[in-house]
Nanobody, 124 residues
Framework: QVQLVESGGGLVQAGGSLRLSCAVS????????LGWFRQAPGKERDFVAV????????YYADSVKGRVTISRDSAKNTVYLQMNSLKPEDTAVYYC?????????????????WGQGTQVTVSS
């Protein structure tokens, strides 16, 4: 069973930066698309970004495009989300998500595995 564990969240002022990490275990790292979602209180869980299984392409939500970079390190079985120029509206619990590569249809669908989340709070 694939397990995902997020880390790196915290409190940051608007305009600051954070790098989130997601450690992957229990499966072959290269078999999975790995992405990030976020959920603010009272709102639905929204897609943020995904890196495809071979790291050859990435997709971003319009709300974060230009401020966020997703990357993956196969030697460490870890996917990262670098976030810059953070805004108060970025405040949410951020979740790492995994999807078997063969299930790809669209960037925000088909994820089978989820981490427990890490809190990101951006103050104004």
């Amino acid at each position: 069973q694939v397990q995902l564990v997020e880390s790196g969240g915290g409190l940051v002022q608007a305009g600051g930066s954070l790098r989130l990490s997601c450690a992957v275990s229990g499966g072959s790292f290269s078999n999975y698309d790995l992405g990030w979602f976020r959920q603010a209180p009272g709102k639905e869980r929204d897609f943020v970004a995904v890196s495809r299984w071979n790291g050859g392409s990435a997709y971003y939500a319009d709300s974060v495009k230009g401020r966020v970079t997703i990357s993956r390190d196969s030697a460490k079985n870890t996917v990262y989300l670098q976030m810059n120029s953070l805004k108060p509206e970025d405040t949410a619990v951020y979740y790492c998500a995994g999807r078997p590569a063969w299930k790809f249809n669209s960037p925000d669908r088909g994820y089978d595995y989820w981490g427990q989340g890490t809190q990101v709070t951006v103050s104004s």
